[in-house]
T-cell receptor
């Protein structure tokens, strides 16, 4: 299993440009999420999904869109990039949310380092 | 949503035991305590999870007192490669979305 993969690893954008950060997982996990991490800070939740076709906002959703058409993929779209969106973006997934067995261990991707000029 | 408080940073030396305490005074009955480790330029990695008393795995131990208002992550005999940021999270066993919140974490520096 490749786990959680993210592309690209690095990206530089100009203010106003749009782009999509890709995230895929091959573990058949229901739950996927996007976080951003600013230098020296903890992770903040942007958007999350509890299954295909279901998404919801996290703590800092403004300026970002998501969709979940398949279990495997959860792309994050920046609509009009701003310098305040310069950050490292992490995608994560975890297993089924149903039942009482198992924990809520999240598996994280390697991250995408985004700079907006 | 249980708020967590942990020290901003800790220094240690190789071979020593490192104990990081996390306070979570308003932990709910169905909340579990989970710890993650993050190395520079990498995503966080799950270390350990527990509900009460003590949990041990090959990496760490987690001590949770009876009142569950705090927990302590114990890293035995640390090495330089244990230098990382450690996050304490509190939430339901099947938490999703805003019930899984990362705080600022504890930056652990292991010195030779």
């Amino acid at each position: 299993n490749a786990g959680v993969t993210q592309t690209p690893k690095f990206q530089v954008l100009k203010t106003g440009q749009s782009m999509t950060l890709q995230c895929a997982q091959d573990m058949n996990h229901e739950y996927m999420s996007w976080y951003r991490q600013d230098p020296g800070m903890g992770l903040r939740l942007i958007h999350y999904s509890v299954g295909a076709g279901i998404t919801d906002q996290g703590e800092v959703p403004n300026g970002y869109n998501v969709s979940r058409s398949t279990t495997e993929d959860f792309p994050l779209r920046l609509l009009s990039a701003a310098p305040s969106q310069t950050s490292v973006y992490f995608c994560a997934s975890s297993a089924t949310l149903r039942g009482t067995s198992g924990g809520n261990e999240q598996f994280f991707g390697p991250g995408t380092r985004l700079t907006v000029l | 949503l249980a708020k967590t408080t942990q020290p901003i940073s800790m220094d240690s030396y190789e071979g020593q035991e490192v104990n990081i305490t996390c306070s979570h005074n308003n932990i709910a009955t169905n909340d579990y305590i989970t710890w993650y480790q993050q190395f520079p330029s990498q995503g966080p990695r799950f270390i350990i999870q527990g509900y009460k008393t003590k949990v041990t795995n090959e990496v760490a131990s987690l001590f949770i007192p009876a009142d569950r208002k705090s927990s302590t992550l114990s890293l035995p005999r640390v090495s330089l490669s244990d230098t990382a940021v450690y996050y304490c999270l509190v939430g339901p066993i099947k938490a999703a979305g805003n019930k899984l919140t990362f705080g600022g974490g504890t930056r652990v520096l292991v010195k030779p």
